[in-house]
């Protein structure tokens, strides 16, 4: 079967199981599998696919019509304009995110800093700000030991294993060092309201990087606490938080003490990220 055909056969599954994007889930399930882009399929439309190439690709194409997100199938998603391996251990990086890595970038740019990730998953914020800030180094901590071994391999990926690294650390028995900068991307979904997240979060991402507790604000609490003891004098505390939880997180702060420098929305006009800084560290 040509590539065309294959692609063909591959969309009209995924749209029969409410893909929405099921011709490009199928493109990018293809162009990985095959190691191209996706222009190559369009342009070599014609080209015959390996029968093994086509067995993996209909695998594929049977765990994403489970609704299994692209990123866990691939084995990568691309964060900061890179690529990063990413597993069910981790949670999936969103754009929004990003958001976070621009005014972080901006504000200690040509600085060099010492950073604290809390949480850090598949590693991405810490890397990402590290790829940008060349003189810096950062710690990145979580309670997941898969997730940490996902992490060390995206440093070595991207050659960053001599500035970075990743500990299986619990935040409450944290206490080495102190920080230029904090940051921090915690569970913040209320844990009533994971039953209403789409089927490919609720059945392939981990809970424990989404529960924030009753009132979603469990893990933030403890960052903004913690981070009291761990932060440098002037040092930034660069947080994301969920949708209708800026007013709640923005009190907490300023009862602990912080002056919020900026805070970033994402593109429905939630606010998405708060930056603040500690007015009075002991």
């Given at each position: 079967?040509?590539?065309?055909?294959v692609?063909?056969?591959?969309?009209?599954?995924?749209?029969?199981?409410?893909?929405?994007?099921?011709?490009?889930d199928?493109?990018?399930?293809?162009?990985?599998?095959?190691g191209?882009?996706?222009?190559?399929?369009?342009?070599?439309?014609?080209?015959?696919?390996?029968?093994?190439?086509?067995?993996?690709?209909?695998?594929?194409?049977r765990?994403?019509?489970?609704?299994?997100p692209?990123?866990?199938?691939?084995?990568?998603?691309?964060?900061?304009?890179?690529?990063?391996?990413?597993?069910?251990?981790?949670?999936?990086?969103?754009?929004?995110?990003?958001?976070?890595?621009?005014?972080?970038?901006?504000?200690?740019?040509?600085?060099?800093?010492?950073?604290?990730?809390?949480?850090?998953?598949?590693?991405?914020?810490?890397?990402?700000?590290?790829?940008?800030?060349k003189?810096?180094?950062?710690?990145?901590?979580?309670?997941?030991?898969?997730?940490?071994?996902?992490?060390?391999?995206?440093?070595?990926?991207?050659?960053?294993?001599?500035?970075?690294?990743f500990?299986?650390?619990?935040?409450?028995?944290?206490?080495?060092?102190?920080?230029?900068?904090?940051?921090?991307?915690?569970?913040?979904?209320?844990?009533?309201?994971?039953?209403?997240?789409?089927?490919?979060?609720?059945?392939?991402?981990?809970?424990i990087?989404?529960?924030g507790?009753?009132?979603?604000?469990?893990?933030?609490?403890?960052?903004?606490?913690?981070?009291?003891?761990?932060?440098?004098?002037?040092?930034?505390?660069?947080?994301?938080?969920?949708?209708?939880?800026?007013?709640?997180?923005?009190?907490?702060?300023?009862?602990?003490?912080?002056?919020?420098?900026?805070?970033?929305?994402?593109?429905?006009?939630?606010?998405?990220?708060?930056?603040?800084?500690?007015?009075?560290?002991?």
């Amino acid at each position: 079967m040509n590539l065309e055909n294959v692609i063909k056969k591959g969309s009209e599954i995924l749209k029969k199981n409410n893909i929405n994007s099921y011709v490009l889930d199928a493109e990018i399930l293809l162009s990985n599998l095959m190691g191209v882009k996706k222009e190559y399929l369009i342009i070599n439309n014609k080209e015959i696919v390996k029968k093994k190439i086509e067995e993996k690709f209909d695998t594929a194409i049977r765990r994403r019509a489970n609704k299994e997100p692209i990123a866990y199938i691939t084995g990568k998603k691309e964060f900061w304009s890179k690529d990063f391996i990413v597993s069910n251990a981790t949670l999936v990086p969103r754009p929004e995110t990003e958001l976070l890595i621009y005014k972080i970038v901006s504000f200690f740019k040509n600085r060099k800093i010492n950073i604290l990730d809390i949480g850090t998953g598949s590693g991405c914020i810490l890397l990402s700000i590290l790829k940008e800030l060349k003189e810096s180094r950062g710690i990145g901590i979580d309670i997941s030991s898969k997730a940490i071994k996902i992490a060390r391999k995206n440093s070595l990926n991207h050659n960053l294993n001599h500035r970075s690294k990743f500990k299986v650390q619990d935040l409450n028995k944290f206490i080495y060092g102190k920080f230029d900068l904090i940051v921090s991307n915690p569970p913040y979904i209320l844990s009533n309201e994971i039953k209403k997240l789409s089927k490919d979060i609720i059945n392939y991402e981990p809970k424990i990087a989404l529960d924030g507790g009753p009132d979603g604000l469990d893990l933030i609490k403890k960052v903004i606490y913690k981070s009291n003891y761990l932060l440098k004098r002037n040092g930034l505390l660069a947080l994301e938080i969920g949708n209708n939880q800026y007013r709640k997180v923005s009190n907490i702060l300023k009862l602990c003490k912080y002056r919020e420098i900026s805070k970033e929305y994402d593109h429905k006009s939630n606010v998405r990220c708060i930056i603040s800084t500690k007015m009075d560290i002991n």
